[in-house]
């Protein structure tokens, strides 16, 4: 090999000092920008989630004092039997303040599906119209919160107006479970 002259030194380290700046540039320089890039896209990406958590954690807070506040309405009461009794005594109360006759009251067997109970009783109800209507809307009502199952009403024979028939009405009750639990 022979020995380079001084204007081909001059030339090959004008080109080793540019492929070395290009080269630093490409391997160290720019992925160090380009990381701190990804540091603030990574912290904006953190802002983010951590605003969506905070927004769950508030969704999550109203949800437990909805239900918290469906359960002072609804109860969560003693034992089904207990329970059971007291749909039947508020029933035959609302009855007898709406003047609606039961002939016949028969407790169901109590339902339950996820988290809540539900206690449906059968019932023989007679009356005028306006009564009857009355009985249901009342039943249905705050404080009450019944729900209608099934209705079914047939005109007397006599003339003097009355509705005889079926209807089966449920309470409602909050299940307790290890998170509600005082």
Same mark, same amino acid.
């Given at each position: 090999m022979r020995k380079l002259n001084r204007r081909e030194t001059a030339i090959l380290i004008v080109c080793? !000092?540019?492929l070395s700046v290009f080269a630093a540039? /490409?391997? $160290? =320089?720019l992925p160090m920008l380009h990381s701190g890039g990804t540091i603030d896209d990574q912290i904006r990406l953190s802002q983010g989630n951590l605003a969506k958590a905070r927004s769950t954690l508030l969704l999550k807070r109203q949800v437990e004092e909805h239900y918290e506040r469906?359960? &002072? %309405? =609804? !109860?969560f009461g003693g034992s089904d039997a207990q329970e059971m009794?007291? $749909?039947v005594?508020? $029933?035959q109360a609302v009855a007898n303040q709406t003047n609606v006759h039961i002939a016949n009251i028969q407790p169901q067997r109590t339902a339950q599906q996820d988290k809540v109970s539900f206690f449906p %009783?059968?019932? &023989? =109800?007679?009356? /005028?119209w306006k009564n009857i209507a009355q009985f249901l809307h009342t039943l249905q009502s705050p404080p009450n919160y019944y729900f209608i199952n099934d209705l079914t009403l047939e005109k007397g024979a006599d003339p003097s107006g009355m509705l005889s028939g079926r $209807?089966? %009405?449920s309470r409602v009750r909050l299940i307790k479970s290890a998170a509600t639990a005082p």
């Open positions: 080793v !000092g540019l540039r /490409q391997l $160290v =320089i469906l359960a &002072e %309405v =609804i !109860g009794s007291s $749909v005594s508020k $029933v %009783v059968d019932l &023989e =109800i007679s009356g /005028q $209807v089966t %009405v």
